[in-house]
Nanobody, 124 residues
Framework: QLQLVESGGGLVQPGGSLRLSCALS????????IGWFRQAPGKEREGVSC????????NYDDSVQGRFTVSRDNAKNTVYLQMNSLKPEDTAVYYC?????????????????WGQGTQVTVSS
Protein backbone atom coordinates (compact mmCIF):
# COMPACT_ATOMS: atom_id res chain seq x y z
CA GLN A 1 0.00 0.00 0.00
CA LEU A 2 3.00 2.31 0.46
CA GLN A 3 4.69 3.11 -2.84
CA LEU A 4 7.62 5.17 -4.06
CA VAL A 5 8.21 5.89 -7.75
CA GLU A 6 11.45 7.39 -9.08
CA SER A 7 11.67 9.38 -12.31
CA GLY A 8 13.93 11.85 -14.09
CA GLY A 9 16.83 9.61 -15.04
CA GLY A 10 18.43 9.57 -18.47
CA LEU A 11 21.59 10.13 -20.47
CA VAL A 12 23.68 13.22 -19.75
CA GLN A 13 27.18 14.36 -20.70
CA PRO A 14 29.90 14.78 -18.07
CA GLY A 15 29.46 18.10 -16.28
CA GLY A 16 25.73 18.13 -16.93
CA SER A 17 22.79 18.05 -14.53
CA LEU A 18 19.73 15.95 -13.80
CA ARG A 19 16.94 16.19 -11.24
CA LEU A 20 15.46 12.97 -9.93
CA SER A 21 12.02 12.83 -8.35
CA CYS A 22 10.62 10.37 -5.83
CA ALA A 23 6.83 10.46 -5.63
CA LEU A 24 5.27 8.89 -2.55
CA SER A 25 1.74 7.53 -2.17
CA UNK A 26 -0.18 5.76 0.58
CA UNK A 27 1.42 7.72 3.41
CA UNK A 28 2.29 11.23 4.50
CA UNK A 29 5.82 12.34 3.67
CA UNK A 30 6.07 14.37 6.90
CA UNK A 31 6.52 11.20 8.99
CA UNK A 32 9.25 9.55 6.89
CA UNK A 33 12.96 9.95 6.38
CA ILE A 34 13.88 9.47 2.71
CA GLY A 35 17.16 8.05 1.47
CA TRP A 36 18.71 7.96 -2.01
CA PHE A 37 20.86 5.00 -3.03
CA ARG A 38 22.54 3.89 -6.24
CA GLN A 39 23.91 0.70 -7.73
CA ALA A 40 26.30 0.51 -10.68
CA PRO A 41 26.89 -2.64 -12.76
CA GLY A 42 29.18 -5.03 -10.92
CA LYS A 43 29.12 -2.96 -7.72
CA GLU A 44 27.16 -3.10 -4.49
CA ARG A 45 24.47 -0.61 -3.58
CA GLU A 46 25.73 2.53 -1.86
CA GLY A 47 24.12 5.39 -0.01
CA VAL A 48 24.03 8.76 -1.76
CA SER A 49 21.96 11.11 0.39
CA CYS A 50 19.13 11.30 2.91
CA UNK A 51 16.70 13.86 4.29
CA UNK A 52 15.12 13.50 7.73
CA UNK A 53 11.44 13.56 8.64
CA UNK A 54 12.07 16.22 11.31
CA UNK A 55 13.45 19.58 10.27
CA UNK A 56 14.64 18.40 6.87
CA UNK A 57 18.22 17.70 7.99
CA UNK A 58 20.34 16.21 5.21
CA ASN A 59 23.41 14.06 4.77
CA TYR A 60 25.58 13.23 1.75
CA ASP A 61 28.17 10.69 0.82
CA ASP A 62 31.61 12.24 0.38
CA SER A 63 31.60 11.32 -3.30
CA VAL A 64 28.64 13.61 -4.07
CA GLN A 65 28.89 16.35 -1.43
CA GLY A 66 28.95 19.77 -3.05
CA ARG A 67 27.44 18.43 -6.27
CA PHE A 68 24.12 16.84 -5.20
CA THR A 69 21.27 18.42 -3.23
CA VAL A 70 18.31 16.58 -1.70
CA SER A 71 15.07 18.41 -0.90
CA ARG A 72 11.45 17.62 -0.09
CA ASP A 73 8.11 19.19 -0.92
CA ASN A 74 5.60 17.87 1.61
CA ALA A 75 2.67 19.51 -0.16
CA LYS A 76 3.47 17.50 -3.30
CA ASN A 77 4.53 14.39 -1.37
CA THR A 78 7.72 14.36 -3.41
CA VAL A 79 11.45 14.25 -2.71
CA TYR A 80 14.04 15.50 -5.20
CA LEU A 81 17.70 14.81 -5.85
CA GLN A 82 19.36 17.59 -7.83
CA MET A 83 22.56 16.29 -9.41
CA ASN A 84 25.07 18.78 -10.80
CA SER A 85 28.57 18.44 -12.23
CA LEU A 86 27.88 14.81 -13.07
CA LYS A 87 30.78 12.42 -13.58
CA PRO A 88 30.94 9.07 -15.41
CA GLU A 89 31.34 7.35 -12.04
CA ASP A 90 27.87 8.61 -11.10
CA THR A 91 26.39 6.19 -13.65
CA ALA A 92 24.04 3.83 -11.81
CA VAL A 93 20.45 2.91 -11.11
CA TYR A 94 19.19 5.34 -8.47
CA TYR A 95 16.65 4.30 -5.85
CA CYS A 96 14.70 6.19 -3.22
CA UNK A 97 13.62 4.55 0.02
CA UNK A 98 11.59 5.45 3.12
CA UNK A 99 11.89 4.76 6.85
CA UNK A 100 9.60 5.85 9.67
CA UNK A 101 12.39 7.12 11.87
CA UNK A 102 13.60 10.61 12.70
CA UNK A 103 17.30 10.18 12.07
CA UNK A 104 18.84 10.60 8.64
CA UNK A 105 20.99 7.55 7.83
CA UNK A 106 22.44 6.05 4.65
CA UNK A 107 22.31 2.36 5.46
CA UNK A 108 20.03 0.40 3.13
CA UNK A 109 19.08 -2.11 5.84
CA UNK A 110 17.44 0.70 7.82
CA UNK A 111 14.85 1.44 5.13
CA UNK A 112 11.53 -0.36 4.79
CA UNK A 113 10.05 0.81 1.48
CA TRP A 114 11.78 1.06 -1.90
CA GLY A 115 11.08 2.40 -5.36
CA GLN A 116 11.80 0.58 -8.62
CA GLY A 117 14.82 2.68 -9.58
CA THR A 118 15.68 5.02 -12.45
CA GLN A 119 18.74 4.76 -14.71
CA VAL A 120 21.29 7.58 -14.80
CA THR A 121 24.02 7.35 -17.44
CA VAL A 122 26.82 9.93 -17.62
CA SER A 123 28.68 9.56 -20.90
CA SER A 124 29.70 11.37 -24.08
Amino acid sequence: QLQLVESGGGLVQPGGSLRLSCALSGFTLDYYTIGWFRQAPGKEREGVSCISSIGGSTNYDDSVQGRFTVSRDNAKNTVYLQMNSLKPEDTAVYYCAARRRRMCVMESSQYDYWGQGTQVTVSS
